[in-house]
């Protein structure tokens, strides 16, 4: 097959998709043409190009490759391509959106929105604040008193505009990676995340050494099927497919979302492939797996288009 990886992108998580891409084509090339094209600002120059290939793996993340951007540009030109279809990918990249979403069904941390900075939290301190939309851990801070709570909100607001102030939740880190075998989604082992940070910030994600994997995490029966099925419960509800990886916090037995990658990274250091080896597959495997699921997710088009289911 002749394959297309987009990678490196327009957004705070260019570096690391040029890491996840590389990654992903290397593998690939064992059993497949592949050529890597980089989404930058010249990138609308190539649109063209894309309709020669078989299918495209999406590996970028962040703002215009996981928010549904892309993906509406790959509809439009009837090209299969990996990951969730534009409105899944939209929902999931906007937290308050997937918050009203699944807040009925699934637990979530109280949350609100703020747009000014603020020294006031109605959940007490610590706190928590993160970009609405965003990836990474990127403008995610733990507050720990007014002062801190109003010098990172005025920071952060003045590059997105809008804040979720959250409680913040004290529990252990877990993650869920979900992957879509032979059509069905299959949780991998469940990896605890034991960062040597306060949190599972982005330094503590892309540096070796500064997390230590715990996998498959040491859970009761309870407490591993509460996280398993609120992890696949999001991710039917939010509408994914192809694969993604549920973020969240588990204290006194009960989960809470986080959020929900569309598009996780695939680097030498993320959580995914560190769960798909816990499963027993090798990352080539991995990547071969979600490259059949390439298909085009949302349009329905006249005429014969069973190439594009």
Known sequence: ???????????????????????????????????LLDVDENFIYRL????????????????????GTIQGILEYLRVPYTGSGVRASAICFDKLFSYELLKDKIRVPKYSVITKPTRHSPFGFPCFIKPRKEGSSIGSHICHN??????YSKKELRFYGEMLLMEY?????????????????IALPILELRPKKEFYDFEAKYTKGLTEFIIPAPLMVDEEE??????????????????????????????????????????ETSDLPAS???????????VEIILRTASLKEVNYEGDNSRYR
């Open 1 to 35: 097959m002749n394959i297309a990886v987009l990678y490196g992108g327009l957004s705070r998580e260019r570096e690391i998709s040029i890491r996840s891409g590389k990654r992903v084509a290397k593998a690939l090339e064992k059993n497949h043409n592949v050529i």
């Open 48 to 67: 063209g190009e894309l309709k020669k290939f078989d299918a495209i793996f999406v590996a970028l993340h962040g703002h215009f490759g996981e928010d």
């Open 146 to 151: 007014e002062d801190e709570l109003f010098e």
């Open 169 to 185: 939740i004290k529990g252990r880190e877990l993650t869920v990676s979900i992957v879509e075998i032979d059509g069905k989604p």
């Open 226 to 267: 509460e996280v398993i099925s609120s992890s696949l419960k999001a991710y039917r509800m939010l509408g994914c497919s192809s694969f993604g990886r549920v973020d969240g916090i588990l204290k006194d037995g009960e989960f809470y979302f986080l959020e929900l990658n569309s598009i996780p990274g695939l680097t």
């Open 276 to 286: 798909a080896k816990a499963y027993g597959l090798s990352f080539e495997e991995l």
